[in-house]
């Protein structure tokens, strides 16, 4: 509706300023709901479950068979991998099972080119721990990385405006060592089938808002998002197979589904993405938009790419909207997992879930 999506634009476009120019208190809940999602998220936590694993370990180089085809051969792209454990892949078993192993195959076999990837995500990340994140990024000098961030944002009440900050400082620092950055942004926690309501709504509210908060912060700092907005709600409801065993963290099956909503953008950002041959379908309402109206349009449409538009004239900042045609990810058979990268196998580290209170 128009009307919510000028609303949502608006609160955005507030969180946003707050962050770049350092506005303090931007408050999103009162008290009294405080309490009340604190009661409610005590209740999530008993219906959800708890994951007893520790996310498999996928790092290594991928695609190595196109180094041995290549006429020239070329250094390995690598993609950098930071956030929560959306980002680490908590839920599955295997390393070639983990979103950002399956990206690295995928990035393979569209560049033709070995892909190494560096994955530092961890399970209750916040925006916060971006920084010290970045810190062990960086030295491998990614040529491109994902981020994938903001769930523990809203369940562990971080101040909206300091989490935007945060992640638009992360980019920004990407951006400066000559890094693309896609982000794919806080996913809509209202569409988690044991999160309740008032519950529901609350986080459905606040996610949605953070979203896109975070959406506007990037494109200003120069990367690109895609939203995650209930990618993780009616299509996994109907499909439990689509879930691990806490019933909200993805299976195999949900990650690969998260990750084929990401890899084309992380294509495109590199300039890998045949537009040609595979054109970009224009969100209804206008491919081009105020970068806060594209904002909060997105963060109501998964799988919405923003990028941003240079604009002539007075410097305002827009930015284009696209569903990119997805393709099918390669299995593990398709691109080599690194030989010295461990199958996986459950660890003995409790991750609480964050459908209400706990981490991603």
């Not at 399956?102 to 916040?126: D, F, I, Y």
């Not at 000098?141 to 562990?156: E, Y």
Request: proline share 8%; charged share 20%; hydrophobic share 45%.
């Amino acid at each position: 509706m128009p009307g919510a999506r000028d609303s949502r634009a608006r609160v955005a476009r507030r969180i946003a300023t707050a962050a770049a120019y350092g506005g303090g208190g931007l408050g999103l809940l009162g008290v009294g709901v405080v309490g009340l999602l604190v009661t409610e998220s005590r209740l999530a936590i008993q219906a959800i479950g708890v994951l007893e694993t520790v996310p498999p370990k996928a790092d290594g180089v991928y695609g190595e068979a196109f180094a041995d085809r290549a006429a020239d051969p070329q250094a390995p792209l690598v993609l950098a991998v930071l956030g929560d454990s959306t980002g680490a892949g908590l839920g599955v078993a295997r390393a070639g099972e983990t979103p950002g192993a399956l990206l690295a195959a995928g990035l393979a076999s569209v560049a033709e080119r070995p892909v190494r990837l560096v994955n530092v995500a961890r399970s209750g990340g916040r925006s916060a721990d971006l920084s010290g994140q970045l810190e062990q990024a960086l030295p491998h000098h990614p040529d491109v990385a994902v981020i994938m961030v903001g769930a523990n944002d809203v369940t562990r009440h971080s101040p909206a405006q300091l989490a935007v900050r945060q992640l638009g400082e992360a980019v920004a620092a990407l951006r400066a060592n000559g890094c693309e950055v896609v982000v794919g942004t806080c996913p809509d926690l209202g569409t988690i089938k044991p999160v309740r309501p008032p519950l529901r709504w609350v986080a459905r509210r606040l996610s949605r808002q953070l979203a896109a908060a975070q959406t506007i912060a990037v494109v200003e700092a120069g990367g690109r998002t895609v939203s995650l907005g209930s990618l993780l709600g009616p299509e996994f409801a109907a499909r439990p197979e689509m879930f691990a065993a806490d019933r909200y963290h993805p299976s195999a099956q949900g990650y690969a589904t998260a990750a084929m909503a990401v890899l084309p953008s992380v294509c495109a950002a590199l300039g890998l993405w045949p537009e040609e041959e595979r054109p970009a379908t224009a969100v209804p309402g206008g491919a081009v938009l105020p970068v806060a109206v594209a904002a909060a349009t997105a963060a109501g449409r998964e799988g919405t790419e923003v990028a941003a538009v240079p604009a002539e004239g007075a410097g305002r900042r827009w930015a284009q909207l696209r569903h990119r045609l997805r393709i099918g990810l390669p299995g593990p058979e398709s691109g080599k997992e690194p030989g010295t990268t461990p199958d996986g196998g459950p660890g003995n580290t409790s991750a609480s879930s964050h459908a209400a209170a706990g981490d991603a």
